[in-house]
């Protein structure tokens, strides 16, 4: 299988999309990649083979084509995600459908990022729900449609796909430019780089080149295992992960998708893949070489590679001691250059020949500017001069500095233009913020620092007159908001934490060029010793200084004593302000909102300033962010006393929609009904059940409906139930009304066989209306029947032959953290990061059953209405029916009747929003019309009263109605005689005894967020045709209560 063929017009590249396609023919034995099954390593990695990664990219191509309406070639579009395999399964389908695909940086500022987008003319941008979340801000305006992309999983389906076509040679589209990076941005905004096929596959003829092939990148790779620790939208991690796996036959193993890299990921990954080989940024490999543990398990390696930055000239001899060492260059212009790789003791060098065009340009001294010139017998594996075909030259920019005694061995110094690049291999330009800090009339001069260092350092010459009176810390503290001015425009690798700047002694002055300029390199051998103090983090003396036990510190070591003394509120703000987003839930991941390994550490140092159980040492710190990556889980390490409102509900909630859609599975195609509809309900014993039944009784496209109850004795128990209702059941006319006995914390629903059989051969419509009303359960309680039977649902809809879709009855509880100042009212949408559920496991379950059909729809194409509703209230007109006496309100009333008070607010309740329960039952019929007839995979209503009218209009009335010695009193008065009066009567006489917690709860709450209604009332007119909750309804209600 030949990468290569000969000719007698020279050598050519076989299209790597043939390539794969023959190994994927042919059963080759070793894997494309290897990847791990889930976020935590120790579960293992999953091998990637040939024959899966044909079928993704036909799947990948399908999908382009029905997202972008192609086949279009030349269509461009972007992927924003996880660093995962799906940016090379999408890069090979930009291949195979002749696309073009950009791959943005994430660290790009909002302004570079819309800059980028426009200029490569993206018509597409393809993402996960967070990263769009990200890029909705910058491409607003731009003609760019955002599309949610699909997942891993559903990429990596076994299940076959038909081929997707693709008749070219290499040589009939080697030119085209199926891959667009973009340059640094670091003297302006980033320009885009298409990449021609036959740049991106130059390693394929590096025997072109002269020299020993066996010191040659190519073969150092082949048949190996190797683990790559670049992100795959950078240059060397899209070519390791993507087209050299190909080309040089190994196999690529992928790290963690969901945060940045750090040397205690990267030591397990090797160790539980298997790998026998690695390449990493220098400050990982750096990290790993620290540590016994680390430096043993590179000895094991076959070698270890780095390249995008400096490594520290005292680890490199260790790593080299141990095992092979080996440096690469290259750049997003050039690509991999291609080579000699000289003996281990010349670790930091690399060989370049000049009979391939390198050329070398003295500047001073010891150093050179590093150039490339066309050589036409090598133009091949000269990808500069194959993307710009009308230069002969090309200046790097890069300074080198030759071996003293070695011919043609040289080592990678710096840059020309004086770009910063940090261990981590990541560069940033200092101009604009060293030019945004010079502003300030404390300052005389500043430079940033941060060559071969982990982070970005602030050093400062002080302005002798205006500074001769403040201490060192004043200085800082006075130009912390000059920095954060800074910190807007830079690129998070440039930007300055608090305890990065560095203030040098009054009357200090940097060394100086002829004309005024600083000279870098001698200001930091001059502050060497303090600038290695702060890249260590010693905070020697930090804390004392920057918080008291008042208020928090506002980030520059002052204390704000106008900011909220709530240490959650200090840690969210911390949180919002490195990840320059303001809406992310405290149980999000922040891994999965861009958070990177700088703003980790900026995150650790603010923490430093907040709490004194953080850990002063940053390494510590960061490991904390890496192991808990919320604001809850931070919160909990610096304040594990605070007291959050959902407690560890937070937590439960992310593990269980975790566990229910973990393994969701795959849909499967469905028969067209051909007449009628059969809807199957849960819950249909209770009182909204009750109603909805009767109504699906009646309606005159419903042929069958299928009751699924707990209870035994269906017929009869439904017939108790209409009766307990005070409800006559509809004559039954042609529709054929069936009982299951179900239990839904089974996996086949308790259900035999042949009934499993007919929901899935019969029903169209589940309405899943079963739940408990306990606002004083954990969410965890919810979990064996409740939420767990949501997914028995979706286990069930996704192995329906007909389609099957669900409406499920959730509640507004779901929303009963929010805060109104954040969001007033919740529109009717999938649950988004500023919205938290209500503080009991009730509603937190209802919330968490929400996200796993979200999932579910999107994985495994189960069609759901997600129907939100609020207070049910009893019937009003001519319908029949009554209100619940267990619920709260008729509990209330009776208990107000007995001690004879009622209170004059309802404290979170104060805004009657109630809906009868006769309107709720015709509105969720709609809805199971609308959602039967649309192809929407998920859509979301609410149930809400759309005119509201306050408790405390309401109650005068309504007392004055229960009798004239009913007074009116506040809550929490009310509620301090109801405990007295069961001190007086005994335990069991008031109904509303059990609900005290729930009524102390709510008491303090002010204002609530409310559900928008009007996509619904647009659907259903029924739900705002009853106007305002009104007393004559209340007395009805209280009189079927004999109250």
């Not at 943005?104 to 393809?126: C, H, M």
């Not at 490594?311 to 001899?317: M, N, V």
């Not at 060098?349 to 070398?360: H, K, M, R, S």
């Not at 060559?451 to 002080?462: D, H, K, S, T, Y």
Request: hydrophobic share 40%; charged share 20%.
């Amino acid at each position: 299988m030949a990468v290569i063929s000969s000719s007698t017009d020279g050598a050519h590249v076989q299209h790597p999309i043939h390539l794969l396609e023959q190994r994927a023919r042919n059963g080759h034995v070793r894997p494309f990649a290897v990847i791990p099954k889930s976020k935590n390593l120790s579960e293992g990695f999953t091998e990637v083979t040939y024959e899966i990664l044909a079928n993704a990219v036909n799947r990948a191509c399908w999908w382009l084509e029905d997202v972008t309406g192609g086949p279009k070639p030349g269509t461009r579009f972007s992927w924003s995600g996880p660093n995962d395999l799906r940016y090379i399964l999408l890069l090979l389908a930009a291949m195979k459908c002749r696309y073009q695909i950009l791959l943005p940086s994430p660290r790009n500022s909002e302004e570079y990022q819309r800059a980028i987008f426009d200029a490569a003319g993206v018509k597409f941008a393809l993402g996960t729900k967070a990263t769009l979340a990200r890029l909705r801000a910058p491409l607003d305006g731009l003609s760019i449609e955002l599309v949610e992309g699909l997942t891993l999983e559903q990429l990596l389906s076994a299940e076959p796909v038909p081929a997707y076509p693709f008749d070219f040679t290499f040589d009939q589209v080697k030119q085209e430019t199926p891959l667009i990076l973009h340059t640094s941005g670091s003297t302006g905004p980033p320009k885009p780089i298409p990449l021609p096929l036959e740049g991106l596959t130059t390693i394929a003829l590096t025997d072109l080149v002269p020299g020993p092939r066996e010191r040659k990148m190519q073969a150092l790779l082949e048949h190996n295992r190797l683990f790559c620790g670049f992100p795959p939208f950078h240059a060397a991690g899209c070519l390791t992960y993507g087209m050299y796996p190909i080309l040089c036959d190994f196999s690529v193993v992928w790290g963690p998708s969901d945060r940045p890299l750090n040397a205690a990921l990267a030591e397990e990954a090797i160790k539980v893949s298997g790998a026998e080989c690695t390449l990493l940024p220098p400050s990982v490999l750096e990290d790993m070489a620290k540590t016994p543990s680390g430096l043993s398990l590179l000895s094991t390696l076959k070698f270890a590679v780095y390249g995008g930055g400096p490594l520290h000239p005292d680890i490199g001899p260790k790593i080299a001691n141990v095992t092979r060492l080996h440096t690469l260059w290259g750049s997003t212009e050039t690509l991999l250059v291609p080579v000699l790789i000289p003996d281990g003791e010349e670790w930091n060098y690399i060989e370049l020949d000049p009979q391939v065009g390198y050329t070398f340009e003295h500047v001073q001294e010891n150093l050179y500017q590093f150039n490339i010139k066309r050589v036409p017998e090598f133009v091949d594996v000269q990808p500069v001069f194959l993307m710009m075909p009308d230069i002969d030259e090309w200046s790097t920019g890069d300074l080198v500095s030759p071996h003293p005694t070695k011919p043609n061995l040289w080592s990678v110094i710096g840059r020309m233009d004086d770009l910063i690049v940090l261990s981590s291999g990541e560069k940033f330009n200092p101009a604009p913020g060293e030019a945004v800090i010079r502003t300030s009339p404390l300052v005389s001069t500043c430079i940033l620092v941060g060559r071969a260092r982990p982070q970005a350092i602030l050093l400062v010459e002080r302005n002798a007159e205006t500074t001769k009176d403040m201490t060192t810390q004043q200085v800082k503290d006075a130009l912390w908001p000059v920095v954060e001015e800074m910190n807007k425009i830079m690129a998070t690798q440039g930007q300055v934490t608090p305890d990065h700047i560095l203030v040098a002694p009054l009357g200090t002055e940097f060394p100086r060029t002829p004309k005024g300029t600083v000279r870098r390199k001698q200001t930091e051998e001059m502050f060497e010793r303090d600038l290695d103090e702060v890249s260590a983090l010693k905070r020697t003396g930090g804390r004392e200084h920057t918080r008291n036990g008042h208020g928090h510190s506002n980030g520059n070591g002052h204390v704000d004593e106008d900011q909220p003394t709530d240490i959650a509120q200090a840690v969210r703000r911390a949180v919002y302000h490195v990840c320059r987003i303001s809406d992310i839930g405290d149980d999000e991941d922040l891994f999965e909102y861009g958070l990177d390994s700088i703003q980790a550490q900026q995150i650790s140092a603010a923490l430093g300033k907040i709490s004194d159980l953080w850990p002063e040492d940053s390494t510590t710190g960061t490991g904390i962010i890496y192991s808990k990556p919320t604001i809850r889980g931070l919160i909990e390490t610096v304040a594990p006393d605070n007291g959050q409102q959902n407690g560890d509900g937070g937590n439960d909630m992310e593990a269980l929609i975790g566990k229910y859609t973990s393994d969701l599975p795959q849909p499967l195609a469905s028969d067209e009904p051909a007449y009628g509809m059969t809807v199957a309900i849960t819950g249909s014993t209770g009182n909204l059940g009750c109603n909805m039944l009767n109504d699906l009784i009646r309606h005159p496209d419903v042929t069958e409906i299928i009751c699924l109850n707990r209870a035994a004795g269906g017929k009869e128990a439904q017939d108790a139930a209409f009766s307990r209702s005070k409800l006559t059941q509809e004559p039954l006319g042609d529709t054929v009304v069936s009982h299951f006995k179900v239990d839904l914390s089974d996996n086949f629903l308790g259900l035999t066989p042949i009934q499993y059989a007919t929901l899935q051969r019969k029903v169209d419509v589940l309405i899943h209306n079963a739940w408990q009303l306990d606002f004083l359960r954990t969410v965890k309680a919810f979990e064996k029947t409740h939420i767990a039977g949501v997914r028995r649902l979706v286990d069930l809809a996704a192995s329906s032959h007909r389609d099957m879709r669900i409406v499920f009855i959730s509640s507004i509880g779901t929303i009963g953290g929010t805060d109104p100042k954040v969001m007033q009212a919740v529109p009717e949408e999938i649950l988004g990061p500023k919205v938290v559920p209500g503080g009991n496991g009730y509603s937190q379950s209802k919330y968490v059953s929400e996200k796993i059909l979200v999932e579910a729809a999107a994985t495994s194409k189960v069609k759901s209405a997600i129907v939100r509703v609020g207070q049910i209230a009893g019937p009003i007109g001519d319908a029949k029916g009554t209100w619940s006496t267990t619920d709260w309100f008729p509990r209330m009333m009776a208990s107000a009747k007995i001690i004879r008070s009622l209170p004059d607010s309802l404290g979170i309740g104060n805004a009657v929003d109630w809906v009868p329960v006769n309107t709720v039952s015709q509105v969720v019929t709609d809805i199971v019309d609308a959602t039967k007839k649309t192809e929407a995979e998920l859509n979301v209503f609410h149930i809400n009263n759309p005119h509201t009218i306050p408790w405390s209009e309401l109650a005068p009335e309504v007392a004055r109605s229960m009798g004239k010695d009913v007074r009116l009193i506040s809550l929490k008065e009310w509620i301090a005689e109801l405990r007295s009066a069961i001190q007086e009567k005994g335990a069991g006489v008031l109904p509303v005894e059990g609900l005290l917690p729930w009524l102390e709860g709510i008491c303090d709450v002010g204002e609530t967020a409310t559900l928008a209604v009007d996509k619904t009332v647009s659907l259903s007119p029924a739900l705002a045709a009853p106007g305002r909750v009104q007393v004559p309804w209340i007395e009805r209600w209280m009189q079927d209560w004999v109250l």
